[in-house]
C-alpha cells in the first residue's frame, strides 16, 4: 500500500510541476469558421488575469493562450469559456512552445 501512495504522490508531482511550468494552453475547438469568432474569442481569453496573449488559428481550428509566469487555468474553465463563446473544446494541450512557435506551426500546416 505504501508503495501505491508515494507512486501516487510521486505522479501527481509531477503533474503539478509540469502544469506550473507550462507555457502555453494550446486547444482543438469546432465550430471557428469566421474572423469575427476568432476576435470574440482572442478578447474572451485576453480579460483572463492569467492570460499573457491569445493567438487564434481559423485554419486549424486551434486557441492558444500564453500564460504569465505561475499561472494557469483550469479545464474546466477553458471548456466553459468556449462553450459559452457557442463552440465546442476538442482538445486542451499544455505545452511550453510559445505562441510564435504555435503560430509557426499552423503557417507550416498550410495557414
Known amino acids: 500500500m505504501k508503495v501505491s501512495l508515494k507512486f501516487a504522490?510521486?505522479?501527481?508531482l509531477a503533474a503539478t510541476t509540469f502544469a506550473t511550468h507550462a507555457r502555453?494552453?494550446?486547444m482543438e475547438v469546432n465550430g471557428l469558421v469566421c474572423a469575427f469568432c476568432?476576435?470574440?474569442?482572442?478578447?474572451?481569453?485576453?480579460?483572463?488575469?492569467q492570460a499573457a496573449g491569445v493567438y487564434v488559428s481559423?485554419?486549424?481550428?486551434?486557441v492558444a493562450v500564453a500564460l504569465k509566469p505561475d499561472a494557469d487555468i483550469a479545464?474546466?474553465?477553458?471548456?466553459?469559456?468556449i462553450k459559452d463563446a457557442g463552440y465546442a473544446l476538442v482538445d486542451v494541450k499544455r505545452t511550453d512552445r510559445t505562441l510564435e512557435e504555435v503560430r509557426a506551426a499552423g503557417k507550416a500546416d498550410g495557414e
Do not use: C, S, V
Open 9 to 12: 504522490l510521486a505522479a501527481l
Open 24 to 26: 502555453t494552453i494550446e
Open 38 to 49: 476568432a476576435q470574440g474569442i482572442e478578447k474572451q481569453f485576453k480579460a483572463l488575469p
Open 58 to 62: 481559423l485554419e486549424n481550428r486551434i
Open 75 to 81: 479545464n474546466a474553465e477553458l471548456e466553459k469559456a
